[in-house]
């Protein structure tokens, strides 16, 4: 039963175990578990029936052909991959008038789960077709369609323009996110993570991180990636028993050595991409001193002292930020770290300490950027021509 320890991607550490049941109830609940996944269905009429007694009428879902994601991808063409690793790749991709009668005309990205027929990699795939079938909402990135024919198993999105937090947060290319797209992102993402958690069936989403959230052009962020989603506990239940699966450096610490998954674990995570926005400085980072290794375990204690808090946020905002605004964010982060998952915050309150963060300024933040990204160029202009 031991840990097992799966390098994704270079900032990706997932979590996978198996949990110890601690009931006879829980072990025949994890046994049925078992039995359903193994009647997992296997071809597009039982993943249709599923969808139908799911009641997935919120976000009707177009069936593709493979055929036709070769068309929409180019033939999968190297230069189109826009990200992956989990268990396959991400392409762009363009639905266009031509490929069907009816369909859309949109850009769209292409999650290819890799063909060696994993029973996790199909079981992922399921549970976005059926959880972003039900689910729709601003900040939930909009499943269009998937495929399962043969050996395939391939989910059509809505493109997001800017990609993901992750690749913007921690460029080397990018301008550095300003202070108020960070606040409006964790914003967007909480509003996500409070709709799941309030949901008619509420769910957890149990792999927040960076990487999973995206981007469109406002930088409204939406959630992506409902690979490991699970429905939460309910009725009197206060926890649901899982085989622990997650991110090191996000997953909460009760869920790694316990197994038992809440919404709360969600709002540690939470907390861990807020630092992320914070400080500029990856959850887990094994370039860093040991001691500083670990975001969440470095940072905590510094949350709390005004003075070296101004210390560990972002050098890359040039102290260009509200003080106050900060020391709320921090606080925030620092509650919902709490290793007591019943004294963190619910998301709808993470969601309401977060609205006066929010600048509301007239200057729109595409206009902000592009003036920002002007003056750098100035700047740049005017360094060559006194090297000159
Ligand atoms: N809809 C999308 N629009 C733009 N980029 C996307 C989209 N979906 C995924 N990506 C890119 O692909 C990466 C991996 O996607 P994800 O769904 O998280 O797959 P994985 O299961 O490999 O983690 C994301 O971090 C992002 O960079
Ligand atoms: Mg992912």
Not at 36 to 58: G, K, Q, W, Y
Not at 239 to 245: A, G
Request: with cysteine.
């Amino acid at each position: 039963m031991g840990n097992c320890l799966c390098r994704l991607e270079s900032s990706d550490y997932r979590v996978s175990s198996n949990a110890k049941p601690d009931s006879t109830r829980e072990e025949n609940k994890a046994m049925k578990q078992r039995n359903d996944n193994s009647r997992l269905p296997t071809n597009p009429e039982e993943v249709e029936n599923l969808l139908l007694r799911r009641d997935s009428a919120a976000n009707p879902l177009i069936v593709f052909s493979y055929d036709e994601l070769k068309i929409i991808t180019a033939n999968f063409r190297p230069d189109r991959v826009l990200g992956g690793g989990g268990f396959g790749s991400v392409y762009k991709g363009f639905i266009s008038e031509e490929l069907r009668q009816g369909l859309p005309t949109l850009p769209v990205a292409v999650k290819v789960h890799d063909g060696d027929n994993s029973h996790q990699g199909h079981r992922e795939w399921l549970a976005e077709v059926i959880f972003l079938g039900q689910l729709s909402h601003p900040n939930l990135v909009k499943l269009i369609g998937y495929c399962c024919e043969d050996e395939h198993r391939v989910l059509i999105y809505e493109f997001m323009a800017r990609g993901s937090v992750e690749n913007n947060l921690f460029s080397k290319i990018l301008l550095p996110l300003p202070w108020s797209i960070r606040m409006k992102i964790a914003f967007g993402a909480a509003k996500g993570l409070a709709f799941l958690h309030e949901a008619e069936k509420p769910v957890i989403y149990r792999d927040f991180k960076t990487s999973n959230i995206l981007l469109d052009l406002d930088y409204n962020a939406k959630l992506s990636d409902f690979g490991l989603a699970k429905d939460g506990p309910v009725g009197d239940e206060s926890h649901v028993s899982t085989r622990i699966m997650g991110t090191y450096g996000y997953a909460a610490p009760e869920y790694i050595m316990t197994g038992h998954l809440t919404p709360r674990s969600d709002v540690y995570s939470f907390g861990v991409v807020l630092l992320e926005l914070l400080t500029g400085r990856k959850s887990l980072d094994k370039l860093r001193p040991a001691r500083e290794q670990n975001l969440a375990d470095w940072a905590l204690p510094l949350l709390k002292e005004k003075k070296k808090l101004l210390n560990i946020i972002d050098p890359r905002l040039e102290g260009d930020y509200p003080i106050k605004g900060v020391h709320k964010a921090a606080m925030l982060a620092y509650h919902c770290l709490n290793r007591n998952p019943k004294a963190r915050p619910l998301m709808r309150d993470i969601v309401d300490s977060l609205e006066p963060l929010q600048a509301h300024n007239e200057i729109p933040i595409q206009k902000t950027l592009t003036i920002i990204s002007e003056v750098a160029e100035a700047d740049l202009r005017k360094g060559k021509m006194q090297n000159h």
